[in-house]
């Protein structure tokens, strides 16, 4: 089986320049063999340039790559043994799928009876068997992304690089290749490096994300964590949507703080902060409780006046006007909604001391 052959990546004090350009600035990270993980980040962030710099694509300024523990980092691409799947598929328009996936034996003069059962066995790990006399122009864009990933599974790679793989693609299927590509992933066991601007699809398929901003590495961690926990505005504001409010600490003790800020005082959990001193603190808008009364169940309430709505399907968002703050955006299930809406109507907001979490301003 594929996953046998699962190696980790150790990637350590890496660096890219272009002249007096820094694209990746001492990034280290570790993928342990059999996980899913995804480079995250804004265009121009680095996450790409370090995904080339493992593939072998682009040489490193400084540092080191590591399969388990033998340096590959002087070893061009073709010897790395490594899968690529690029944004644009790559496929050769004159070959058949079938041609097309056997491509990389034929390179490695693998045999043509063992090629052929390979090519079948690719082909069925992405339910594209009956397919395998078709020429790309006559796929959609779904299947085309398939025979790329098959073909760069066929030769039993080490790992299998991912460079924003579904961005060509419209956003209904782009959801429905994640849940494909997790489930890919969790039957052949292989190590997947991802890339993506996208942190939809981030969240959704990794065991582990490493979001990069400005060439550096500046958190990581499982999907849950990095979504309820960031460390930062920037981590805060990129994965998802967060309000931000300043306050100054008025009183503090080991199990959290309360601040003040425009007139209200809130309650916090975390440990570390001094009276009279700045905070920042990060709250997600699903995680407001919005009420005509105030929510007395809720240690931290706020009256506001909603500012405007707009409707998502699945639930509703209002933006809502909080004096001494400025605006704070809460979601609401439609569903099930009792709100209001009505620009100008009076609103509460409420939320627990754990529902926020203090963050750095970066």
């Not at 006559?138 to 299998?160: M, N, T, W, Y």
């Not at 008025?250 to 209200?264: I, N, R, T, W, Y």
């Not at 916090?268 to 902060?273: F, K, R």
């Amino acid at each position: 089986m594929l996953g046998e052959r699962a190696h980790s990546l150790h990637v350590r004090n890496l660096v890219k320049r272009y002249g007096s350009v820094v694209a990746v600035d001492d990034v280290s990270f570790t993928v342990e063999r059999g996980r899913f993980v995804t480079l995250l980040g804004p265009s121009g962030s680095g996450k790409t340039t370090v995904l080339m710099s493992i593939a072998g694509f682009v040489e490193p300024s400084a540092g080191d790559i590591l399969v388990d523990d033998r340096i590959i980092t002087p070893l061009p691409p073709e010897k790395r043994n490594f899968g690529m799947v690029f944004q644009g598929y790559a496929l050769f328009p004159h070959l058949n799928v079938g041609e097309n996936v056997a491509f990389p034996l034929k390179v490695r003069h693998v045999a043509a009876s063992e090629a052929g059962e390979r090519v079948k066995r690719a082909l069925d790990l992405v339910q594209l068997g009956p397919l395998a006399d078709r020429l790309p122009r006559q796929l959609s864009g779904g299947q085309q992304q398939r025979v790329a990933l098959a073909r760069a599974l066929v030769f039993e790679p080490d790992l299998l690089l991912l460079d924003e793989p579904l961005s060509a693609l419209d956003k209904k299927l782009r959801a429905e290749l994640q849940w494909e590509l997790k489930a890919l992933h969790s039957r052949v066991g292989l190590t997947f490096v991802y890339v993506t601007h996208d942190q939809e699809e981030a969240l959704s398929m990794s065991d582990e994300v490493s979001i990069m901003r400005d060439g550096k590495l500046v958190q990581s961690g499982a999907p849950g964590d990095l979504y309820n926990r960031p460390r930062s505005r920037f981590v805060a504001d990129f994965l998802g949507k967060s309000n931000f409010i300043d306050g100054i600490v008025e009183k503090a003790d080991a199990g959290g703080f309360v601040c003040l800020s425009g007139g209200h005082r809130f309650g916090q959990l975390s440990s570390g902060a001094r009276p009279g001193e700045r905070v920042l603190i990060a709250i997600r808008p699903e995680k407001i409780h919005l009420s005509a009364e105030a929510p007395a169940h809720l240690a931290n309430r706020i009256a506001g006046r909603i500012a405007t709505w707009s409707y998502f399907g699945a639930e509703l968002q209002f933006r809502i006007q909080v004096e001494g703050i400025g605006e704070i955006t809460a979601s609401h299930p439609a569903w099930k909604s009792r709100i209001p809406m009505t620009a100008g109507e009076p609103i509460w907001l409420g939320w627990d001391v754990d529902d926020s979490i203090r963050v750095v301003e970066d």
